[in-house]
């Protein structure tokens, strides 16, 4: 694999398939500078990629202004991965997502590759079609397509200022506002952001409002750009996947209730299980009868509020 990969220019490749090992595999390729579509199972892509105008979804704004920022309320956003997966994207999205009846009745945050807006564009803009104020979107790990951006640091640094330039361009296209980083690496651990990436990102992916990583232990707010940690990056439900969350929920009230400051709250799970609509439904139907400060949001709504706290603005 290694000969193949030393022939693809850095930052501008990507592998369509997958690997015996998940986490080796998609290390081997950030250490190239290719990053990896998870594709095994994928049909019929020539016949969904072609150019086509993307009709966005119409939200309405919540968080515009500092004020707008409850000091004493919780902001949670849930999220499902997967949207890496180009065969989740054009199959599993709509069973485990669109077709769930309480799917769209509460705030939940779908992770999606950016470039559907060019693999399958028709497919993006029948899921847009369908989304209310309570469906978000966002990248999935770590922008255009599978890669572990800190595995890319040591011999490819050229090649990741391109994949996030291409990263930013489709997210664009595609009006997400999060990108949803990894810097975990083959053996599943998960590093903080360098200061070398974080200048990258800062100057890059300058439409973007959040990058919130899985392994970053520490919020920067510069250049226009927010760098934040998920307190929950992957989590699976047969993990006990609600108690996990609602105890970074309980956390973040106590945090709020203690200092005055508003807390920030993102978890992100699995949806393989089929279960992950429905369980966030009890999650936040039990979380909205105990807390009264307490406020579900979308990831992209998370972002702006989180910005406007930091001192930066809600749009970029």
């Known amino acids: 694999m290694t000969k193949f990969l030393k022939e693809m220019p850095s930052g501008e490749a990507c592998i369509y398939g997958w690997y015996a090992s998940e986490g080796a595999g998609v290390r081997i390729g950030s250490e190239h500078g290719v990053w990896t579509y998870a594709a095994d199972y994928l049909e019929n892509i020539e016949f969904f990629a072609h150019a086509a105008e993307i009709a966005l979804p119409d939200y309405t704004e919540t968080f515009t202004k500092r004020e707008d920022v409850d000091d004493n309320t919780v902001y949670v956003a849930l999220a499902a991965s997967e949207g890496d997966n180009l065969t989740f994207d054009l199959k599993d999205m709509y069973s485990e997502f669109f077709a769930k009846s309480k799917f769209g009745t509460f705030p939940m945050t779908l992770s999606l590759s950016p470039t559907s807006a ?10 847009y079609a369908r989304t209310n104020d309570n469906i978000g979107f966002m990248t999935g790990p770590s922008g255009i397509g599978y890669t572990y951006t800190n595995s890319w640091e040591e011999n490819e640094m050229q090649g990741l200022r391109q994949y996030l330039k291409t990263t930013n361009k ?19 651990d998960s590093h903080d952001i360098s200061d070398n990436i974080r200048s990258l990102m800062e100057e890059n992916l300058t439409d973007i409002l959040l990058v919130a990583d899985q392994g ?12 934040a940690g998920m307190q929950i990056g992957y989590t699976q439900t047969f993990q006990n996947m609600n108690n996990l969350f609602k105890a970074e929920i309980v956390n973040g009230v106590a945090e709020t ?3 005055g400051e508003p807390s920030f709250i993102m978890l992100q799970g699995n949806p393989w299980t089929r279960k992950m609509v429905d369980d966030l439904s009890s999650l936040v139907t039990e979380i909205e009868a105990q807390y009264d400060n307490v ?7 998370l972002a ?13």
């Not at 060019?118 to 899921?127: G, I, K």
């Open 118 to 127: 060019a693999v399958m564009p028709d497919v993006l803009n029948y899921f």
């Open 170 to 188: 489709y997210c664009k296209i595609a009006g997400i506002g999060v990108v949803n980083n990894w810097t975990a690496s083959g053996s599943w």
């Open 216 to 227: 970053a232990r520490r919020t920067t707010a510069r250049n226009g750009l927010l760098i």
């Open 257 to 259: 209730e203690h200092y």
């Open 295 to 301: 406020k579900f949001v979308r990831m992209d709504e």
């Open 304 to 316: 702006r509020a989180y910005r406007l706290y930091s001192g930066l603005s809600a749009a970029r």
